[in-house]
């Protein structure tokens, strides 16, 4: 009889958890049951990340860890998703061993009848094939109950070709997903009791449904421009079916972001002020070495346009520093582009170079590990006094916080966030996780602002 206990492990962004949502959901549709605990499990998942060679690194040293759990019971099935099946292939097989299962993120409905065919055949199994139509549209995500916010993919892959990401080449292509299953999604989720709804896509302002596949072969399709759904229509569509909700969305690629999308921010109360907007770098030279469609120029528009139609609006963004070729000139044209701007708060990420990628393939990774550090180190200090110029300025408002949790450092205390996406910490009073309520922010530090509840 086959053990149907599993254990999922999650690595990565916010879309590889909402993938393991995913494949929790097929795994329980066919009766196999989900353990926290991975010693009590016959089956054992590793939802992976690919994107910087750190989280390749951290993932094989697991599955190496992995090993004495084959060596206590041969039976255990061993299972590698996501990013890096999809980018190592057939050669994380070679690199260990006690591996059965490699499937890249459009092979997850297989997992069940692959893992049947290991208990009565044995073997490995690998399906790192593309798919043109794949967006799981039809599977509800099984999700941690009593959770206030929902992560719902919207569109997956990407098509940007960024010389420095292996997205493309472990996501596959883009290709949006059926507007009618986004909707039914949310409706459910507020039913359910969520307050929030974070759209999820590697670039979610180019979705694009008109009827289902690729979008780079939406040209060739015969549907008229007036029958397609584009992401302004989109968002419009999810604010209007879920008025008491939240709705969140991210990643934007600032080549994509339109007026329309900024305009139905402004439109819809319940959508937060918020715009994540990756820049990379603030120098011409690299951005044009990055294949960003973007100059810094069009950047600084597309920021003075968000301050101006959404005055409001938090900004965050992420930024690579070290990449291929970055003098110390490229490094103070993002220095001078944060300073401009005042991020909110900023992802920073040293470079890495992915075997692969164009960059890999044409550029050399020249700029030293010290040289990388200490730019980051400059990056991150600047950003600190940004995050703390930007929270300071809520001092004295009354904002609407959504209570996510206890605080960490103070049981007598919850946190949530206001609308900017700011974390706020206040004392609990009678409220509960989940409520929405007035807050006065008295303080802040760089990273929290501190209040108390008005109610
Ligand atoms: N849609 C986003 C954009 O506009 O570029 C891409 C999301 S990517 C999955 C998340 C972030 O990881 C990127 O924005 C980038 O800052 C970082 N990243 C990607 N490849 C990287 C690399 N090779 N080295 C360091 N950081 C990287």
Redesign the pocket.
């Known amino acids: 009889m086959i053990n149907k206990k599993y254990y999922i492990e999650n690595y990565g962004?916010q879309?590889n958890i909402s993938d393991s949502e995913i494949i929790c959901s097929i795994l329980d549709n066919e009766g196999f049951i989900k353990t926290e605990n991975f010693k009590t499990a016959n089956i054992i998942l590793i939802n992976t990340c690919s994107?910087?060679e750190k989280s390749e690194q951290k993932i094989l040293l697991r599955i190496n860890q992995l090993k004495f759990l084959k060596k206590k019971n041969n039976n255990i099935i061993i299972g590698i998703l996501g990013c890096l099946a999809q980018n190592f292939k057939k050669k994380i097989l070679k690199i260990n061993n006690i591996i059965n299962l490699v499937l890249g993120p459009d092979s997850y409905r297989e997992i069940p009848s692959l893992i049947r065919k290991i208990y009565k055949k044995s073997g490995k199994y690998i399906n790192t094939f593309f798919s043109k139509n794949e967006t799981y549209a039809d599977i509800l995500p099984k999700r941690d109950k009593n959770k206030i916010t929902a992560f719902v993919t919207i569109m997956r892959g990407?098509d940007?070709m960024?010389t420095?990401?292996?997205?493309p080449f472990t996501r596959g292509r883009e290709k949006s997903r059926d507007p009618h299953s986004i909707i039914k999604e949310c409706e459910f989720l507020f039913k359910k009791g969520y307050k929030e709804i974070i759209l999820l896509g590697?670039?979610v302002d180019s979705y694009l449904w008109y009827g289902g596949g690729l979008k780079k072969n939406f040209k060739k399709s015969k549907i008229k421009n007036e029958r397609i759904i584009n992401f302004s229509n989109l968002l419009e569509l999810v604010a209007i079916s879920v008025p008491f909700m939240r709705i969140r969305f991210c990643?934007?690629?600032?080549n994509d972001m339109s007026y329309k999308v900024l305009n139905i921010i402004k439109k819809y109360k319940n959508i937060c002020k918020h715009i994540h907007?990756?820049v990379?770098s603030g120098s011409n030279k690299i951005l044009s070495l990055m294949n960003?469609k973007h100059s810094r120029e069009d950047y600084i528009l597309l920021i003075n346009k968000i301050n101006k139609i959404l005055p409001n609006c938090s900004i965050s963004c992420?930024?690579?520093t070290g990449f291929c070729n970055e003098y110390e000139y490229d490094h103070n044209e993002t220095l001078n582009l944060m300073k401009l701007v005042k991020y909110n708060f900023s992802?920073m990420?040293?470079?890495?170079?992915?075997i692969g990628?164009y960059?890999y393939k044409n550029l050399i990774d020249n700029v030293s590990l010290e040289i990388k550090k200490r730019r980051l180190k400059e990056i991150i200090s600047l950003q600190r006094k940004h995050s703390y110029f930007r929270l300071s300025k809520s001092i004295g408002y009354i904002q609407e916080i959504l209570i996510e949790g206890i605080s960490k450092k103070n049981i007598n205390f919850f946190y949530g966030r206001n609308s900017k996406n700011e974390i706020v910490i206040f004392p609990k009073k009678k409220f509960k996780i989940g409520d929405f309520l007035k807050v006065k922010i008295n303080n802040c530090t760089s990273a929290t602002l501190i209040g108390d509840i008005l109610n």
């Open positions: 962004c879309m994107i910087r990407c940007n960024c420095f990401c292996v997205v590697q670039n990643t934007s690629n600032p907007l990756p990379q960003r992420d930024i690579i992802y990420f040293i470079y890495s170079h992915r990628t960059a």
